[in-house]
């Protein structure tokens, strides 16, 4: 259920009451049930934007991932502070570039869930940063447009090249999709980027559709500075 702003104003002074806002990264009592206290916005890192170069992928993150956005992302996945979406997307947002008004928008595809583990969380935490991206007029979110087919164990662990054979042919692009995405400009989204390994498969399986360009969206990278090759 989608809340009116009128509304969601004049039920604020309850929510605070019966749910006290507190910084979703430490715990402590904060002044309004969006944001962080002000140690922990001092200690979000923020890395350089990566732009298109010579074959690399431009990777817009909001944050460097560190201890205070590893325990944003774990509240936001697995501590039920589906709320939070709206907070990473606006620090993810605001490294975006600026919409043209007049061009096509920017495709928004999260990387997807394979159906278990959709099942189990109950929502594909990057599919809920694309549609906030979307509502803050940063392109148009199109959530299926990737789907994972095989199960994939946990990566943490395997090295890149066992990481790579175990992607491979698991992410594939819906092939309604690929006229949709032919020439135009598409981001991909997830809440945090790590070896690339995921990213790259998305990516390759995205290319097939021949998009005019592709870039990166995440609210933490881990080795920022790091810049992906197209495949
Ligand atoms: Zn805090």
Redesign the pocket.
Known sequence: MVLGRNLVRSVQPLVDFVYPPR?P????AIAAQEG??S??WSTLDVPPVVEAGEGAVPVYAATCYNETSRKLVLAYKHGGRIALSRLLARLIAARMPMTDSGSAPLLLVPVPLHRCRLWQRGFNQAALLARELERFGKGQAEVAALVRHKRTPNLGGLGRDERERVLRGAIRLDPAYARELKGRHVVLVDDVLTSGATSRACIAAMAQAQPAGIALACFAQVDAGHCLRHP
């Not at 990264?25 to 402590?28: A, K, V």
């Open positions: 910084c990264s430490c715990g402590l962080l206290c140690d922990c």
